[in-house]
């Protein structure tokens, strides 16, 4: 049974770690997940079957707008509603928190999944910055 859990203690190696599983990155360094959610995100949400397995997060503005980011499921537990009961409880924590809109990019491929979750599609804008 996988649990949801919102602003859980975060550890930095094994988000990490998930996001290299999910995303097909062999490069699992640690980033500084836990600094970046404390300072920058009005919620997080992480799915547990002992270890973690899924997580979503809100950046926000400081007022009315979330921005959801991150969506991740590892590979052998997709496909089981996890994603889904991920976004719900972020979008409870958001609502929760103050915020009156939730705002998601996605690529065309995720376009049924986030309607699933309740979003509608909108027009946006993407500039690449280049370092």
């Known amino acids: 049974m996988v649990e949801i859990r919102s602003r859980f203690a975060v550890d930095d190696d094994a988000l990490s770690a998930l996001h290299a599983r999910a995303f097909g990155t062999p490069d699992a360094r640690a980033s500084p997940w836990r600094e970046r959610l404390e300072r920058h995100s009005v ?40 994603g889904l009961s991920l976004v719900e409880r972020l979008r409870e924590d958001v609502a929760a928190a103050g915020c009156s809109w939730l705002h998601v990019d996605f690529e065309p491929h995720l376009a049924d999944f986030y309607a699933r979750c309740g979003f509608r599609a909108t027009s946006a804008g993407l500039l690449r910055l280049e370092a």
């Open 43 to 82: 919620a997080w949400v992480g799915a547990f079957d002992g270890d973690l397995v899924g997580f979503v997060h809100a950046a926000w503005d400081g007022g009315a707008h979330g921005f959801l980011l991150d969506t991740v499921v590892d590979p052998s537990y997709q496909r089981r509603g996890i």
